[in-house]
């Protein structure tokens, strides 16, 4: 169902008799494996949206477009009795433009989609004094995308480390230390909608350091 920007965005249309109400079709199928110590899902998926609405900036043309994603997706985890747990999560897909008003464009990458992405988190549970602690981190990976429909504009992949520390001092309190984006890694999410070519964008946080307490009572 529509939502405000696209009242706001593609109101002429709207008022013309065009519902604004985008069709989808997803289907999907998996596979699911657990044992005590380790689990694996794997989920194939495919999908097609049509009516999709696409405007550079208020007032512009509508881009009306469907776009199809055909991929895998996998979550396995594995915990020792160690302590030691480690959890991969990871999507494969190959999305197209099927159908648009400029035909040069039919067949291009749906835009911001990766054609891969994962995430990998190791922790490790041990004890230190008095308190249970847990050493964790993240690596988030995400391939390279493009920023518009006419696939003209990439937007590079990057990878990106996360680690922190739990303590649970007492049953009721609770501290965390956590460093997001170790390496100070640069990465853009998604381009300048307006224009593609425009050296803005929304950006991954550099280097932010976290300290939190909990009480529980």
Same mark, same amino acid.
């Given at each position: 169902m529509p939502h405000f920007d696209d009242f706001r965005d593609n109101f002429d249309a709207f008022t013309a008799g065009d519902k604004l109400i985008k !069709?989808?079709?997803?289907?999907?199928l998996g596979y699911k494996w657990a044992e005590r110590n380790h689990s694996v899902y794997i989920t194939g998926f495919y999908n097609e949206v049509e009516g999709e609405v696409f405007v550079t900036r208020p007032g512009a043309p509508a881009e009306i477009l469907t776009t199809k994603a055909l991929g895998v !997706?996998?979550? #396995? *985890?594995?915990m #020792?009795? *160690? +302590?030691?747990? @480690?959890?991969?999560? #990871? &999507?494969?897909?190959? &999305? !197209?433009?099927?159908?648009? =008003?400029? =035909?040069?464009?039919?067949g291009n990458q749906a835009m911001r989609q990766p054609k891969w992405?994962?995430? @990998?988190? =190791? $922790?490790?549970?041990f004890a230190l004094a008095n308190m249970d602690a847990t050493l964790y981190g993240t690596v $988030? $990976? %995400?391939?390279?995308?493009? +920023?518009?429909? #006419?696939?003209? %504009? &990439?937007?590079t992949g990057y990878t990106k480390l996360d680690v922190g520390l739990q303590l649970d001092v007492?049953? *009721? @309190?609770t501290a965390q230390f956590a460093v997001a984006n170790l390496t100070d890694k640069a990465g853009v999410t998604e381009g300048d909608p307006r224009n593609p070519a425009a050296p803005n964008g929304r950006y991954i946080m550099p280097r932010t350091l976290d300290l939190s307490v909990t009480y529980r009572f």
């Open positions: !069709e989808v079709s997803q289907y999907e !997706e996998v979550d #396995a *985890n594995y #020792a009795n *160690n +302590g030691f747990m @480690l959890n991969l999560n #990871a &999507t494969l897909q190959d &999305t !197209e433009i099927s159908n648009h =008003p400029d =035909p040069l464009v039919i992405q994962l995430r @990998l988190t =190791p $922790s490790y549970g $988030s $990976s %995400v391939s390279d995308r493009y +920023g518009d429909n #006419a696939n003209t %504009v &990439t937007l007492t049953d *009721n @309190l």
